[in-house]
């Protein structure tokens, strides 16, 4: 049986859940010999690949970049998972939508400066004027609540995932684009 194609991939957020993946300690050995890692943070493919079995996305949609990213990947994936609040939800990226990105963009980059004052316009990606959750772009096959999902949530996720056993996960719930 040939290794399922695993990425994981960051969007806005805080990388919790990738913290909370990586606190699998040694059951990540036994979900390796199961899955090839093929994209994430942590590993150095700088591409998503043309065809991932399972994409754990984390955290929300705030800029042009994010949902350039998260249409490429629905594209490419056979499983799709939210993994966290900010996915599921906007959560804490979400705090910014009443302010709005301009007031943001200026609170960081010109009140709170002491030398150069300036909005990037170069290595910081426009910003959508709301930050939404991830199935509100495209559809969503799992999602994994919590800010972080636990490390046994992730694992039993996904060991479901990869052996094709029952997927329990409270309040699992469909949505689609």
């Known amino acids: 049986m040939s290794k399922l194609k695993l990425a994981t991939v960051w969007l806005d957020g805080c990388s919790g859940c990738h913290m909370s993946f990586l606190d699998m300690d040694e059951r990540l050995l036994e979900l ?6 093929v994209y994430s943070p942590i590993v150095d493919a700088k591409e998503f690949p043309d065809q991932v079995d399972i994409a754990l996305v984390e955290g929300a949609v705030a800029s042009v970049d994010d949902e350039k990213k998260i249409r490429k990947i629905r594209a490419h994936t056979k499983t799709l998972v939210a993994m966290g609040d900010c996915a599921i939800t906007g959560n804490v990226p979400s705090m910014r939508n009443p302010i709005g990105p301009q007031a943001v963009l200026e609170r960081a980059y010109i009140e709170n400066v002491s030398a150069q004052p300036q909005i990037p316009c170069v290595v910081v990606p426009k910003l959508l004027k709301i930050v939404r959750p991830i199935h509100e772009f495209v559809t ?21 995932l990869v052996t094709g056993g029952p997927l329990d996960i409270p309040a699992l719930t469909r949505f689609g684009a």
Not at 32 to 37: E, G, N, Q, S
Not at 149 to 157: G, K, L, N, R, V
């Open 32 to 37: 390796a010999a199961l899955v090839d890692v």
């Open 140 to 160: 969503v096959d799992v999602f994994l609540p919590g800010c972080p999902p636990s490390a046994d949530t992730f694992y039993a996720a996904l060991t479901a």
